[in-house]
């Protein structure tokens, strides 16, 4: 799956906020969106989400498979995951629900990924930062999409944390999903993102560039 | 004070004997107003929603016309709503005056402000998050909306709790629309004025406790709703 970005031109109260020409976003792309806060890094990524229209231009999505339809494509993570007011469980089969998918063992199978397996009976709004991180990640997974955008994944948590996110980031990574990470500053995350794009002075710059 | 706890324990023995005319009045006050509460409900949250998610010329004149309508006096309903159904006014081809029909319209326009009011802050408190976190995990518009909903179920059931305390309990509309005709529009309010009008205490003492169980029902309904809702509690 493609995304392909042209004549993207957002503002912000009567402000260019950023303008984008063309860009092409292949699946299986490790990214890490460099830019200073107020930059637009969340309103970009929302809009390749899906869920805002830029002020001018078009996000196309371009489909190698028909299957791939089926699914959320892309998927975005706010900066503190939101978990629905239910137990851990229920917030991975959400999107299973949605495609009336009842699927057990791949939603075992993701809580066991997430090292949620013990807990998945718990009330998710008792769940720490890296846990909630992680049940967001697992929420995602469970549903095979083939890009992330994952905004200031690394703020407010610890060391373990952001390592067990890490390596669910890598092996994400190594099956074909690609991410794409918002920060303004370099973290244990950011390392492993084998492409560099910036968002400055309404520009964004990538390495093709 | 004996005659007072005489009277009680008189209108006690007619609750628990099953008095058939008794509760055929409390039959009629349940039915008329979860009937109102019903079909207000489903346009209420609706209007709660655009109101507290689209912006659009005239919405602060919209959220300010529901929360005047929140203080109307209920005689007020009950009297414009007279004029509109008596056989000299518009609607008085319906023939609609003094029915059921007639009372569950007045509830209708009580409850409505309520359940607009209400729906509209638990949407405005509820976390801006959720909607784009159900759409980007493949919801359409309407299983976002249903998500939503399920997110502030107990401030939204809280709403449904007041207004139908406020309209079970409400007399004036009920008594001017409905008329008070016995096996049919005579509620539980309606009721109890006649009765304590003609001195016959017994019944609407009667009346009286089953609307002082629903009330304490309903407030400990809410204590407990508040309790286990974040957006409830967000909203306090």
């Known amino acids: 799956m493609r995304l392909v970005l042209s004549n993207i031109y957002q503002s912000f109260a009567g402000q260019t906020l950023f303008t984008i020409p063309e860009l092409t976003i292949e699946s299986g792309l490790a990214v890490h969106l460099h830019g200073p806060n107020g930059s637009g890094k969340s309103t970009l990524m929302k809009i390749i989400a899906g869920l805002n229209k830029p002020t001018n231009g078009k996000v196309e999505r371009i489909y190698d498979r028909a299957q791939e339809h089926q699914r959320p494509a892309v998927i975005y993570l706010h900066q503190q995951a939101y978990l629905f007011d239910t137990h851990v469980r229920a917030n991975v089969e959400y999107g299973l629900k949605l495609r009336g998918e009842q699927n057990p063992h791949k939603v075992d199978e993701a809580l066991a990924w997430a090292h949620l397996e013990n807990i998945q009976h718990r009330a998710a709004h008792h769940l720490s930062g890296g846990e909630r991180q992680r049940l967001a990640l697992a929420r995602a997974l469970v549903l095979g999409p083939q890009i992330i955008l994952l905004d200031e994944p690394g703020s407010n948590l610890d060391m373990i944390s952001m390592e067990r996110i890490r390596e669910m980031l890598n092996d994400l990574n190594q099956q074909g999903t690609g991410y794409i990470l918002a920060s303004h500053q370099e973290n244990m995350l950011s390392q492993d993102c084998a492409h560099n794009w910036y968002l400055r002075d309404q520009q964004l710059i990538t390495d093709k560039d | 004070m004996d005659e007072l706890w005489h009277t009680l324990l008189q209108a006690l023995a007619q609750l628990a004997s099953g008095d058939e005319s008794l509760w055929g009045i409390v039959g009629v006050s349940f039915s008329v107003s979860l009937s109102a509460l019903l079909i ?160 016959e205490f017994v019944q609407g003492v009667a009346l009286g406790i089953v609307l002082l169980a629903l009330s304490l029902f309903i407030n400990m309904t809410l204590g407990w709703m508040q309790s286990n809702s974040r957006v409830l509690r967000q909203m306090s």
């Not at chain 2, 709660?48 to 602060?60: C, E, N, S």
């Not at chain 2, 203080?71 to 007020?76: D, G, L, R």
């Not at chain 2, 609607?91 to 509830?107: E, H, K, N, R, S």
């Not at chain 2, 784009?132 to 399920?150: D, H, I, P, V, Y």
């Open chain 2, 40 to 199: 207000a409900l489903i346009p209420a949250l609706g209007v709660g929603f655009v109101l507290a998610y689209y912006r659009f010329p005239g919405r602060w004149l919209a959220i300010s016309i529901v929360n005047s309508l929140l203080a109307v006096p209920t005689v007020v309903v009950g009297l414009v709503l007279y004029m509109l159904l008596s056989r000299a006014g518009p609607l008085g081809d319906y023939q609609l005056l003094f029915t059921q029909p007639a009372m569950v319209i007045g509830q209708i326009i009580l409850c409505f402000p309520i359940l607009v009011a209400m729906s509209l802050s638990a949407f405005q408190a509820a976390d801006q998050r959720v909607l784009e976190t159900a759409r980007t995990l493949g919801a359409n518009r309407l299983q976002a909306f249903r998500t939503l909903l399920f997110e502030v179920r107990f401030a939204l059931m809280a709403a449904v709790v007041t207004a139908f305390g406020r309209i079970i309990a409400e007399v004036g509309c009920a008594m001017m629309v409905g008329g008070n005709i016995l096996h049919y529009t005579r509620n539980i309010t309606t009721a109890i004025a006649l009765e304590t009008g003609k001195g």
